[in-house]
């Protein structure tokens, strides 16, 4: 699909296969995954004391998700790859998904890191909107405005890609007093346009901010923010993506900031 031509099979891919409804029903298995790989950050940070590689964690949380969504049960091979994938033959099928979400998780909470600041204000969104008797759940997720902010402004510094992959013209047209011949291979430089000043403000920093009262987001709606692309030929992945990265990133901000500083957690 990354590389397919718009037409017949890539409509049927995404509105059967990649669509809201299809990703919703698998609401449970994520969750079910998400417990499963809390449970060890907290024993392995609590009781041994040992160092947690999240990179390697969220990677084989992303990978779970999916290969349960393809072949509709776990894993069995528990052998891990430098990728985190556990299947050789896995790798080229699972990589679109697992790099985009795994890496979005790395960043945010990387950011959410150096900026306590940030992470105080994502924690007290949880307690207003969750409470402090239950965990966070994907129902939640649209509710949560702060985290919503957080993961745009880290998809705007760090895109998945800094280069979208090729798009191609399909008929002669003028951009900015450029003739686009038909036929002509377009290449975006998403991490240039994310940093443009004459887009954002101070586009260095990271400042979650930036996003009240504007109706930017990520789905390809505005130019300054396309880390999935734009058009028919988007990420067709993009609802699965970011549903993960949600998930991956508020696995992190539902723990104490005290209890993160305290422990061995690395990316």
Not at 138 to 162: G, I, Q
Not at 192 to 202: Q, T
């Amino acid at each position: 699909m990354t590389f397919a031509q718009y037409g017949s099979y890539w409509k049927i891919c995404t509105t059967e296969l990649l669509s809201h409804v299809k990703i919703n029903s698998f609401k449970s298995m994520r969750k079910e995954e998400l417990d499963l790989l809390i449970a060890p950050i907290k024993e392995a940070a609590c009781s041994c004391g040992t160092a947690v590689d999240l990179s390697a964690t969220v990677a084989c949380l992303t990978s779970d998700m999916t290969y349960r969504m393809v072949f509709g049960k776990k894993c069995t091979d528990r052998k891990v790859d430098e990728d985190g994938l556990k299947l050789p033959c896995t790798r080229d099928m699972l990589i679109a998904s697992m790099d985009t979400s795994a890496a979005a998780v790395e960043w945010t909470i990387s950011e959410l890191i150096r900026h306590p600041n940030i992470m105080k204000k994502v924690q007290i969104e949880l307690e207003d909107v969750v409470g402090k008797d239950r965990r966070v759940e994907e129902s939640d997720l649209n509710n949560l405005k702060y985290l919503d902010m957080v993961v745009k402004e880290t998809f705007r510094l760090h895109p998945v890609v800094p280069l979208l992959l090729p798009h191609e013209s399909t008929e002669n047209c003028t951009v900015d007093g450029f003739h686009i011949p038909k036929n002509s291979r377009i290449l975006i430089n998403a991490y240039a346009i994310g940093r443009d000043p004459n887009a954002w403000d101070d586009p260095e920093k990271f400042i979650p901010e930036r996003f009240v009262g504007n109706n930017i987001d990520l789905h390809s709606r505005d130019f300054q923010l396309i880390p999935f692309g734009y058009g028919r030929r988007s990420c067709p992945g993009m609802e699965l993506g970011l549903c993960i990265a949600l998930i991956g990133s508020f696995l992190m901000v539902s723990f104490p900031w005290s209890w993160i500083c305290q422990r061995n957690l690395v990316l």
